[in-house]
């Protein structure tokens, strides 16, 4: 998976793209980028692998005259067409002359936050809205799946012009109370995949049935029934958020959540940094949800393989609920693909 940037985005967001590209060119021997590409990368072909030990570095194609350069160590890609090559020249020298990152740069984590900061997505067509994840026990259907934990997270306004992500960690003993409010809540309910999972859980395990789960559903933004509805892929939030964002999950496993439980709930005096890990888990898995979300906000762009997906907040909101969707697909494995903003 791969994020695609234009030539102008590249000098606006940090990445060592233009280095890493250099390295190859240096390596190469080569003037610049028309002697590169003319006289070394596609001299006996239309493509051209780049490799550091057994593992891809740099991939390079051309094709009815677009020139696609994907860097596989920053997961970046940049089409553009082959005559705009000196284009590519010009951030080449640049580079050259600073040998060094342009000052400024920021991540898209970095944008985000600082768009987030400015109260731009305080709310989401005119309504409030809230993020949230869960952790359960490992079960064979999730109508055995038992509650452990949950975070939840929405903007809070500390200032004109100001505002910051509120956390809130949900133990057991809070659950109903939580459920009430989001019942309650006139608003959306944001999550990855929780129509189908977080919603039903939680409702069971606080003692509701299929009636209130639907009332929840109505009320639902899930990223994952939108990545779904438009691109007609599949892909985990993990995997989302790192090749979006840059953010991964903090533990290798969602059951590792389940054996950090059972350790505090043995000692709870003396384990109580396995339910620190545990909560530092479930809370980052909110902030990945609610930064992909701000991602999709953002955006309102995704590409895969060259084919661009465009929507507006209404289609967004639309697309994320799971009215016309009959089940939950499994998981795509989407490794081989971009993805990417425009």
């Not at 994907?70 to 040998?99: C, G, H, N, W, Y």
């Amino acid at each position: 998976m791969h994020k695609r940037f234009s030539l102008n985005e590249l000098t606006s967001i940090k990445n060592d793209f233009i280095p890493h590209l250099y390295s190859i060119i240096k390596k190469e021997r080569c003037q610049g980028v028309n002697d590169f590409f003319n006289k070394v990368c596609f001299a006996q072909g239309n493509e051209a692998y780049y490799y550091k030990s057994s593992d891809c570095i740099f991939h390079m194609a051309k094709r009815d005259n677009v020139l696609t350069l994907i860097d596989e160590v920053d997961k970046i890609e940049v089409v553009l067409p082959f005559d705009k090559k000196s284009e590519l020249q010009t951030l080449l020298m640049r580079f050259i002359a600073k040998k060094e990152r342009q000052v400024g740069q920021k991540t898209i984590e970095q944008i985000l936050g600082d768009e987030f900061k400015t109260g731009k997505y305080d709310q989401i067509l005119g309504k409030p809205y809230l993020v949230y994840d869960i952790e359960t026990t490992v079960a064979d259907d999730i109508r055995s799946a038992k509650f452990i934990i949950a975070y939840a997270a929405s903007p809070e306004p500390v200032a004109e012009g100001d505002t910051n992500m509120k956390y809130e960690c949900v133990m057991i003993e809070d659950l109903k109370d939580f459920v009430d409010k989001m019942l309650a809540f006139d608003g959306y309910i944001v999550g990855f995949n929780q129509i189908w999972f977080d919603n039903p859980v939680s409702l069971w395990n606080a003692g509701y049935g299929e009636k209130e789960i639907e009332i929840l559903n109505n009320k639902s933004i899930d990223l994952y029934v939108f990545f779904q509805n438009l691109t007609k892929k599949r892909i985990g939030l993990n995997k989302l958020s790192e090749a979006l964002i840059g953010l991964e999950k903090t533990l290798e496993s969602g059951t590792k959540a389940e054996v950090l439980w059972n350790e505090y709930q043995k000692d709870p005096q003396k384990n109580k940094k396995s339910l620190e890990e545990l909560q530092k888990y479930c809370k980052n898995d909110v902030r990945m949800t609610a930064m992909v979300m701000l991602y999709f906000l953002h955006y309102k762009k995704i590409a895969i393989e060259g084919e661009v997906f465009e929507y507006s907040l209404e289609e967004f909101v639309q697309k994320s609920n799971h009215n016309g969707v009959q089940e939950p697909m499994q998981e795509h494995s989407l490794q081989n693909q971009s993805i990417f903003s425009l």
